[in-house]
């Protein structure tokens, strides 16, 4: 199975993280979630209806009857959606040494065997025998198991025969459990030069294709990052929990390379936050903890500086696009569940409507993806150099050609040949072997062309493969995540009144034109306004001149506008507008100007 | 086949449109095109080879060998990418009543059926007897016949049999040519559960499906647009020419939705600019011509007000991101070649290494699109409320239901019977019929449980089925062409001295920051500016202290940064940098915030 790091937010065992009450450091969190259901189990009833009606996520193609997994992003939540990502985008960007990159999300199917994915990307299926229902197999078996997802085929067989019945037809009949692999296999090219390809599971593998030409840019000068956002691919059995578990979701993943003798150690001692961590359960630190990054940094719970400096700067982002820093945990992988070469991995957990939710994992995934890479490829390109201070005496093996073989041999080639042998980094164990030539050729060398010499030589570095910090966002869970904190229901006068406490910035838009009456040249004046701000790139206004101002205020604060400009008879005379602080409601006066000004500044709130 | 006005981008004319030199109007075109290839044939491989050295464009998956029609924008192109996206988002959305949706990838069967992609967008296809070579017919009789992609089945089997040899193995013997569905095909779920879906050929459905919510997000008030970007896919047969014709793609589109009884008129009298425009050459107008957008419309050859100011709206974005005005034009569609509801379609074809390519379409598709998925989805809520100015006395001719028979019949459902009845817009011709209620089920209306009636009644308005502009844009071929006419060849001390003069704010970043030495106290200055810029949400910049001054000069002008700020022996003591602006290597001293501030606004050019 594909390690949880490697995986961290559509991984296999994404379900067993939401339904760990058992475990005894999430108790607590779990008495929060249980008692905030009891209190009020129709609010993710209400808030999804909301959603929809509003125009925020909606399901997909739901004319023809919807597609379980399949969510669109409508007229508002579409623009927080790109919101959301420029803001991600400008959080590691504004670091000075982080990129974007844009590759395809058909993927030739080598990639993915280097990768891991098509091997062991998969989860357990059964049919009903009865009536030919396919289910996740763990899922089945929830009720029985605490870490269903966790069992192996034979395990769940024993569990699916001890009598469950199928959800669907109530019979009793179950296929052996078997693997099925979650990508959506397709094929470039028509018909026998077809090749077998898959839609992307994940963004990562399209940051290490160009780790040469990262490599490159940044003029061979570890560290450095690159990220990429889009649309990652998951075909899931039974999807279930709306905007947690798709078919089709926005990631955004960013591949930080390091020198693993020199990782960079960022800034934590201005994160003084207290943040709740939950430690390796098979480590020494096992049970929730609560302390700041640098302390637990500094007592070995976070394993590397690099990632300690991520956390904190995945704490950073988080709280600035609107989630609830109270509702914010990081728990970190047992030993027993990572990979070999993973050295530390973690989860950022969100609470919500469905309980705690991995939307963020950070793992030192190590050389792994690069070495996996080069084995497969044989792509030269996938190391760096690594400079020593001084140069050092080395004793190098190296093959010496034999040119008066090589030469008649290999004739105008063998430049090429004896250029290839002194590239050899690792010589081989015996000879004859084949050696790869530059241009991708590959010749026999013989035990007469070659002699073996040990030499003591001055080195001046050496090469090695980086290692990968990877800190890998789903988007679609975070932004569930920022309209669950931040809906709000009310009333008002007897009747219901809801709102987004959403952060400017990260609402649709950034404010309402609202007409107090349409008539009277309020209209145009608004229109005007309207016009003028939505002039300023990246500014969004929308005017609303339907029905009583009371109306279209609340309508505004639905969908989490922050401000509500209002042109009244004053406006007229003097050109001011009054403007309404959605979390309060106060209004003050200003001028047009002063208000764009604060719009393009997001400092509105001044003027109060 | 479906019609060009569908597929204005990826459609099977595509390459018709750019081998269309046969054609008296467009000799002249062709003209310029052949003298500048024949003036220096290698330009373009000298481009090709920098926008991969430098990570702006290159082949994806390449350590693994490659796949033709896949390309990754590397650390400098996605910035790039992005920054004209961004800047394609603001243009249509600061007209404020567009907004921006998005909708999956993935598509199921059933809409694709509704659009005609899954019967109709294909190509012809052959393969050799004797190698398996795969082949587009119509590439291998281009030299044959100068509109190959316009022939049948038949024609090309002919032209085929007349000697034509295969590339791969030069052996003559070839299948019939037959239809290949150009779409990428999946399938969502598992086994026998799994249905047939199909990755997007165009944005432009996910548009469409959520008519309903954007109607509502409107208030019922047309018109109103929504524009998408992301990738779209076509599984060509052979993809060929770069950039051009890829398997997967970046694309745009915008649909915009009107009353045909009373079609948006956008202000274009402020565009002078005089266009080249190549209308119908099946029409009164044919030939070559140079006019205004608004002198176009007034005789009548740009035949829809919202056509034409989409046309002029499009040539801004176009010349405001950086393309050549002189080497815009549009090309009308031919009468015959549109499908029958298409009343207008254009396509903007812009001029580079690869002649004249189709890079926008701008098409008035009508209710086309609506109609057909409201047929194949039986969904209602795709129609908008016509108000007439006064009421109307119309004849109206319903079914009267007859509760005595009604009643008894379907009991508690009766009323949703009733209510079905009467909200039928159109009445069967024949009775029994069955009749779908609003919950989705289905009932049968026997002859005596309505009776057929005509009343008069005041009617105030009606439903109608919105029509549709759709301006669609390639973004890679409109980068292709960025580059293209950005990209100039010069010497400079005897040397290769190459820049690409790119627009401020389409640049991947906006200025380099170099110290003079390093050495001295200037490389901290430096990496403070540096981060002082960066820190400013979008503003990027990037340090450079390798190498000469002259040689990072350079590296900056090549990606075609606009602005260099130089950290000197001054700058240590007054903290002021050099602005070197790229176009004329002219430099000005200034201070930091000022250069900051100049940088947001977009302004620096007033210090010179």
Known sequence: ????????????????????????????????????????????????????????????????????????????????????????????MSQGDIVEIDSPTITPEAVLIASGHVGEFSDLMTECKACSSVFRADHLIEDEHPNADSLGAQEIDGLLGSGITCPSCQESAWTAAQPMNLMFQTSIGAMSSGRTAYMRPETAQGMFMLFPSLYRHFRQRLPFGAVQTGHGYRNEISPRQGMIRLREFNMAELEYFIDPQDPPVGDISKHNEIITLIPDPDGPHSGESRMSFGAALEAG????????????????????????????????????????????????????????????????????????????????????????????????????????????????????????????????????????????????????????????????????????????????????????????????????????????GISSIDCVVLPLFDKGGMPELATEINATINAVPRLRAQLDSSRSIGRRYARADEIGVPWALTVDHTSLEDGSVTVRRRDDQVQVRAFVDEVLEHLRNNSLDSLF
């Open 301 to 504: 719970i976070v394993r590397h500086p690099t990632v300690a400096w991520f956390l904190a700067r995945t704490w950073d982002f988080l709280v600035g696009v609107g989630i609830d820093p109270a509702r914010i945990r990081f728990r970190q992988h047992a030993s027993t569940e990572m990979a070999h070469y993973a050295a530390d991995c973690w989860d950022c957990e969100i609470h919500g409507e469905h309980g705690w939710v991995e939307c963020v994992g950070i793992a030192n995934r190590t050389c792994h993806d690069l070495e996996n890479h080069e084995t497969h490829s044989k792509a030269r390109g996938l190391r760096a150099w690594r400079q020593f201070a001084t140069p050092r005496k080395q004793v190098i093996e190296r093959l010496a050609p034999n040119g008066a073989v090589i030469g008649p041999t290999f004739r105008n080639d063998a430049a090429a040949v004896v250029a290839a042998l002194e590239a050899l980094t690792e010589l081989p164990d015996s000879l004859p072997f084949d050696l790869s030539l530059e241009d991708g050729r590959s010749v026999t060398i013989n035990p007469d062309m070659v002699e073996r010499r040990e030499e003591t030589a001055n080195v001046s570095g050496e090469w090695f493969t980086p290692h990968v910090i990877e800190p890998a966002f789903g988007f679609d869970r975070i932004i569930w995540h920022i309209l669950d904190h931040a809906y709000t229901e009310g009333e008002k006068e007897g009747e219901d009144y809801n709102h987004l406490s959403l952060a400017a």
């Open 1 to 92: 199975m594909i390690s949880n790091c490697f995986e961290p937010l559509y991984g296999t065992r994404g379900t067993a993280l939401i339904s760990q009450s058992s475990e005894d450091g999430l108790k607590d969190g779990w008495r929060v979630a249980s008692s905030l259901k009891m209190a009020d189990e129709r609010r993710l009833e209400r808030l999804t209806s909301m959603l929809k009606r509003r125009g925020i996520i909606l399901p997909a193609f739901e004319i023809y009857g919807g597609v379980s997994g399949l969510i669109d992003y409508g007229p508002v939540g579409a623009a927080m959606l790109r919101r959301v990502t420029q803001n991600w985008l400008d959080h590691w």
